[in-house]
């Protein structure tokens, strides 16, 4: 059992900045990686960052240069620092685990923050 909570979503302006964390918690044997997704209504869940056990970055196209996805100081912890944001940005962003046990590999995923950016 995996448990992660989101904080750090809001209201900003066009051009402003949020700074998403995630931690992650429960019986954790193995990590492979954690990633940012976001999604709006009726629309598919879709990436915004990833970051794998070695340190390696993944961003869809549209937030590459404004999105920085990073390590936390804790443990199965993650940021994503978003700057520039932008009005199609607005989103429930959401965090998850890629992790596996000796009987098999899993995602799990948070509840999701709001993170909304008027014009």
């Known amino acids: 059992q995996v448990q992660l909570l989101e904080s750090g979503g809001g209201l900003v302006q066009a051009g402003g900045s949020l700074t998403l964390s995630c931690a992650a918690s429960?019986?954790?044997?193995?990590?492979?990686?954690m990633g940012w997704y976001r999604q709006v209504p009726g629309k598919e869940r879709e990436l915004v960052a990833a970051?794998?056990?070695?340190?390696?970055?993944n961003y869809r196209d549209s937030v590459k240069g404004r999105f920085t996805i990073s390590r936390g100081n804790a443990k199965n912890t993650i940021n994503l620092q978003m700057n520039a944001l932008k009005p199609e940005d607005t989103a429930v962003y959401f965090c998850?685990?890629?992790?596996?046990?000796?009987?098999?590999?899993?995602?799990?995923w948070g509840q999701g923050t709001q993170v909304t950016v008027s014009s």
């Open positions: 429960g019986t954790i044997a193995g990590v492979n990686g």
């Open positions: 998850s685990i890629d992790h596996y046990d000796d009987s098999g590999i899993y995602t799990s």
């Open positions: 970051l794998t056990r070695s340190g390696s970055t």
